[in-house]
């Protein structure tokens, strides 16, 4: 580029200036502030910047870390609950129902052999609901095709990264019962 | 105090731009740390967060650590008092 090209490129921005603030005129008048030294970051005050970032994002880590590792000492112990016509159930198929609160769904299975198994209805990869599959003896989900093994309720294939939920389950004269809510592991042994 | 010559200056110049880029790249992965431990502590793997606040104390401390002692080789003392010849 010629000099007298970037004579007149640098004349054409300024004018552009120009015209901005003969526009902006009227607003300077009722918020007047210094226009150079608003558009002037110094390098030193973003690296400053960068730094406070840098320990705001510390601390939060720390804080999330710190509330999980004081929740994990709280232990919750549900209420019992009795889960409703499982009694009934026919091996190789599953009930739905809710524990500990309402808003918990939980998948009641009943196996080939007629041993139970109970675990939350949550899927670990994006909480779709999970379905027991009478074909493949196992717990699917429809969202992205993951699996689950009916009997420990592990990871079989997909994208859930960890095992479902389980729920303790007693069975006390004949009715089914829940008695405890285990949140998931990597994959259990 | 010497005025700066052009070497000078473009050394100068090199190191913020350097330290401005680490520092930048630090911050990205002390974001995709903090990710990663929001999301270890909502499912419950306390296994991993400790490594997890570890490395981002680790990224902090590089970052005080590029904020505070890194200088332009140019300046006349450095970030341990030695003083340089006049050139």
Known sequence: ?189 | MKPLDRRTKTGQTAVWQARLIMLVMINIAQLWILAATVDAALARHYSVLAPLVVASGVCFVITVSIIKWWRPTSRRKTSTGYVREDR
């Not at chain 1, 670990?124 to 699996?147: D, I, K, M, W």
């Open chain 1, 1 to 189: 580029m010629s000099s007298k090209d970037l004579s007149e490129t640098i004349k054409s921005v300024l004018s552009d200036e120009d015209d901005v603030r003969t526009a902006t005129a009227p607003y300077q008048a009722e918020f007047p502030y210094e226009r150079d030294e608003e558009a002037q970051v110094t390098r030193r005050e973003f690296c400053n910047f960068l730094g406070l970032t840098s320990a705001a994002l510390f601390v939060g880590a720390a804080g999330f870390a710190a509330k999980a590792a004081i929740d994990a000492r709280e232990s919750v112990s549900h209420p019992a609950a009795a889960i409703a016509g499982a009694e009934t159930l026919a091996p190789n198929t599953s009930l739905n129902f809710s524990y500990p609160t309402e808003r918990d769904s939980a998948i009641l299975v009943r196996a080939i052999d007629g041993s139970y198994h109970a675990y939350g209805q949550k899927c670990t990869h994006l909480s779709c609901p999970v379905y027991y599959s009478r074909e493949h003896h196992q717990l699917e989900c429809p969202c992205h095709e993951g699996a689950f093994d009916a009997a420990t309720g592990n990871v079989l294939y997909g994208p859930p990264p960890r095992a479902l939920d389980a729920i303790e389950l007693e069975v006390r004269d004949g009715q089914v019962w829940a008695i405890g809510r285990n949140a998931s592991e990597p994959n259990r042994g």
